[in-house]
């Protein structure tokens, strides 16, 4: 049972540079969700998308965008990554409303 | 507008003592509630949802939680704690389909540490 996948684990990235976390699911689930988690912070929703095709912006979407051309993945970018921007970043996904999500294991990302 | 405040940053126990892991909510309407646990360097694992049904509810692991709309609490327990239970636990509220995407609202966490 594979559920939902993020690749990659780890990454450090020079600011200024761009790069793509991909998160993909094998359950057939339309709501897939973008978060980063920092100490003391929980998780807060950067993009989500409620199906194929669609995107939302959520809590924290500023310096990320994210693209669901296929069902099961959910692409987050970082055009210019900066400092701030270091964080763990968790993709989840639901199959519809009042479900719970279920979520990956999480990049770390360090941005120097 | 939802929110949900975890009363304890950290608590610890002894192995064998009760749990009590406290969590308040609020929400403008009937909100769906759940439970997840965190595991060092893991995703979150989800531990068990309250969605309007029975108001004490059992999840996974030995734990419960029991929702009191009077007193907008939903507090996570277990009789007795074992040392694999030591991780981070997030209380999380979502108002049903009240909003696009039916977005979750996390507590900021509370590490419970558990001594042998």
């Known amino acids: 049972n594979a559920g939902v996948t993020q690749t990659p684990k780890f990454r450090v990235l020079k600011t200024g540079q761009s790069m793509t976390l991909l998160c993909a699911q094998d359950?057939?689930?339309?709501?897939m969700y973008w978060y980063r988690q920092d100490p003391g912070m929980g998780l807060r929703l950067i993009h989500y998308?409620?199906?194929?095709?669609?995107?939302a912006k959520g809590e924290v979407p500023d310096g990320y965008n994210v693209s669901r051309l296929k069902k099961q993945n959910f692409l987050l970018g970082l055009e210019s990554a900066a400092p701030s921007q270091t964080s763990v970043y968790f993709c989840?996904?639901?199959?519809?409303?009042?479900?719970?999500?279920?979520f990956g294991d999480g990049t770390r990302l360090s941005i120097l | 507008a939802q929110s949900v405040t975890q009363l304890d940053s950290h608590v610890s126990v002894s192995e064998g003592t009760p749990v009590l892991l406290r969590c308040n909510y609020s929400?403008?309407?009937?909100?769906?509630l759940f439970w997840y646990v965190q595991h060092p360097n893991k995703g979150l694992q989800l531990l068990l949802k309250?969605?309007?049904?029975?108001?004490l509810v059992k999840g996974i692991n030995g734990f419960e939680a029991e929702f009191k709309k009077s007193e907008t609490s939903f507090h996570l327990t277990k009789p007795s704690a074992h040392m694999s239970d030591a991780a981070e636990y997030f209380c999380?509220?979502?108002?049903?389909?009240?909003?696009?995407?039916?977005?979750?609202?996390f507590g900021g966490g509370t590490r419970l540490m558990v001594k042998p």
């Open positions: 989840a996904s639901k199959v519809q409303n009042n479900q719970p999500q279920h």
């Open positions: 359950m057939n689930h339309e709501y």
């Open positions: 998308s409620v199906g194929e095709g669609t995107t």
């Open positions: 929400s403008s309407y009937s909100p769906s």
């Open positions: 309250y969605t309007s049904a029975a108001t």
């Open positions: 999380v509220v979502s108002d049903r389909g009240r909003n696009a995407g039916n977005m979750l609202t």
